[in-house]
């Protein structure tokens, strides 16, 4: 089987979702897929330092995962195509995962001096992180993003254990193994596309099993929950859905039609009530 997709379809970027929208096509499962978000208790802390840098980030946790070196590298291979399809080669979105069972929460996210030192992943030594935007291969890829900034952005644990220099690299202690089961997932940037970006992690993961864990992200502007993965409403007019695909299908068909394409779809008289 051949599926062809469009770039602005990145929730197809992984096998999950393809998966996903198989299961609607073929008829399997059709309508909203329900993904709830259990409550927790981890912490992140954003200081004011990291917010002329890189000000946005939405979080979560992933529990009970089962990873096989496949799994791994569609997740992988899923962050790699988001940073290209959303991020714009991680200016605009940078996503970092991470073993959560080797860190200490709560977490906290601020601009760091770059002479701060810690060990990157794929290396056994310990750089500054002026360093690795020369030394690091990844640095070496991303590094004009930080490009005149006088602090860099860093995510430490509540013992100043490195798990993020974000849009550059993870650190080597909480890289991803097959002895993995709970994520904690950041994604990190400059507009609000991170929050696109942080729900098709979350529910690609939830595909496989995985339980969403919100986590409280802390700023001076406000608390906010993180995932947010209530739906969004669209109200949808058949006839001027019917004018623009040329086709003569009613409320109801064009609803049913939604529903194969996992959006939760209601007709009520001559308009579509969507949810996405």
């Known amino acids: 089987v051949d599926v062809e997709f469009f770039p602005d379809r990145p929730d197809l970027y992984s096998s999950e979702g393809v998966a996903r929208a198989m299961q ?4 399997i499962k059709i309508g909203l897929v329900d993904y709830s978000v259990q409550k927790g208790t981890t912490v992140l802390q954003v200081e004011d330092s990291v917010k002329s840098v890189r000000p946005v980030i939405g979080c979560a946790i992933v529990r009970n995962l089962e990873f096989s ?13 988001l940073h290209w399809g959303l991020g714009r080669n991680r200016r605009k979105v940078a996503i970092g995962v991470h073993d959560i069972s080797r860190v200490t929460p709560p977490f906290r996210y601020f601009g760091a001096d770059p002479s701060r ?9 310990e750089m500054t992180m002026r360093e690795i935007l020369h030394k690091h291969p990844k640095g070496k890829d991303y590094g004009h993003i930080l490009e005149g900034c006088e602090r860099y952005p ?3 644990d509540a013992h100043d254990q490195v798990l993020s220099f974000p849009p550059i690299i993870n650190g080597e202690l909480t890289s991803v193994t097959e002895d993995t089961k709970d994520l904690f997932i950041d994604v990190t940037g400059t507009d609000p596309m991170v929050f696109k970006a942080l729900n098709i992690v979350v529910t690609s993961l939830a595909e496989r ?5 919100g986590v409280l992200v802390k700023r001076s502007e406000g608390d906010f929950a993180s995932p947010n993965l209530e739906p969004t409403t669209w109200l ?10 040329g086709f003569d299908l009613t409320a109801q068909e064009l609803a049913d039609c939604l529903q194969r394409m996992r959006f939760g779809a209601k007709a009520e008289s001559e308009i579509v009530d969507v949810e996405v």
Do not use: C, H, R
């Not at 609607?24 to 008829?27: D, H, N, P, S």
């Not at 030192?117 to 030594?125: G, I, Q, S, T």
């Not at 099993?209 to 864990?213: L, M, N, P």
């Open 24 to 27: 609607g096509f073929l008829g």
């Open 209 to 213: 099993g995985g339980k969403i864990e």
């Open 236 to 245: 949808v007019s058949a006839k001027e859905a019917n004018e623009l695909i």
């Open 69 to 81: 070196d496949e799994a791994i590298e569609s997740l992988m291979g899923l962050q790699e195509d």
């Open 154 to 156: 860093l995510i430490v």
């Open 117 to 125: 030192k810690f060990v990157p992943l794929d290396f056994a030594e």
